[in-house]
């Protein structure tokens, strides 16, 4: 899987510590069907890690460039 990342993304990857292993994991194995993101050109995928949940935002044409994610429990 050749998934590529935002600047935005590896910002909040550092910022969470977040890593491209633990994110590639959730692109493989997301927890149900992608829904509609919070952009209009994107998809959001989730998976569990541990006991979290991570949103993962990708690129609706391109499903492997990774554009944001976040803890679900985490407030924005």
């Known amino acids: ?21 633990q994110v590639k994991l959730i692109l ?8 509609p993101g919070n952009r209009p050109d994107t998809l959001e995928l989730r998976g569990m890690l541990g006991n979290r949940t991570l949103k993962v935002w990708v ?8 554009v944001s994610l976040a803890w679900k429990d985490e407030r924005r």
């Open 59 to 66: 690129d609706s044409v391109d499903v492997e460039r990774v």
């Open 28 to 35: 493989r194995r997301p927890i149900g069907a992608p829904q």
């Open 1 to 21: 899987m050749a998934v590529s990342f935002s600047k935005h993304a590896r910002d909040r990857m550092a910022e969470r510590e977040i890593t491209e292993e």
